[in-house]
């Protein structure tokens, strides 16, 4: 199924490996990246969702991954769920010490956002859908008109009574300062990041453009996203009816690689540039 063009991580190769075996599998994973860049070059209107696997190798861990936050943590998982955090102050408490030290602050872009940026300048980029909430795509230099950051951006703060909006960094000065659960200034509400918790709604504009693009686009590509988030994995369904071709580039299994064109198995950072630059 999955890997008819594809090789599996290289996770899976172990030391015991023949060298012939890990040769097959290395040529495999060549073919599968050719046939990708093929697609790539003969489509004109690409839509590509992103996920935290594009962001791993800027030193952001994944949820879901073998290194993944919640695979290290599975209490981690409440810091994002508005039930809990609305209900219980610890768990805000928690979550903004993890705020305070998100490697998203220090992170920078890698090869696979930048060559992001090239699909961009090479005018075939409808649109950009990124689950990621780290603002990446944006530092790397992708055109913030077209990416939809579907799950919100850490970099704002947000009052869940009177949606004040403003910059996260004067909330986490905030905390710096003592405030261990800062309020919102404003009304005095619960203040959290601006990203979707679970149990919140996505913004309909938001999804609409998402929506609209998959409908339209002749290639999805999708990269380092176990697209079990819903409704963004939708977009996948979306755009095969639509009579789009797809491509997934992930380093693990999704629920969508029976119905891609393409599955490339390698590191997102290698894979990008040779697929759009
Ligand atoms: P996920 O954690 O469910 O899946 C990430 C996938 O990427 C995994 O299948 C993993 O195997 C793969 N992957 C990781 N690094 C890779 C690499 N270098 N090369 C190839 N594949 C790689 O992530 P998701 O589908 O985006 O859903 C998780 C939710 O978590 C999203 O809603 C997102 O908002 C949020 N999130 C965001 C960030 C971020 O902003 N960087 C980080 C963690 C989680």
Redesign the pocket.
Known sequence: MVDRVSTGTNRSLDAVQQPCVRDRLERMDLEATGSAAALVDSSRRIVVLT???????SG???????D??WTRDPDAEKYSSIAYYLADPEIRRRAWQHRLTNP?WTATPNPGHDALVDLERSGRLELLVT????G?HVRAGNDPSGVVEV?GT?RSARCVSCDWRGPMADVLDRVRAGEPDPSCEVCGGVVKSA?VFFGESLDPEDLRRSFDAAARCDLLVCI??????YP?ADMVPTALRSGARLII????V?PYDDAADVVVR????EVLPKLFA
């Not at 580039?249 to 693990?252: I, Q, R």
């Open positions: 996920g935290a696997g594009v962001s791993t190798d952001i861990p994944d949820f879901r991954g073998p993944g936050l998203a689950q990621n909430i780290d990446l799950h850490i990203t380092g996203t176990s697209l079990q988030v963004v580039v992930n380093a693990e999704t390698g590191s997102i950072s």
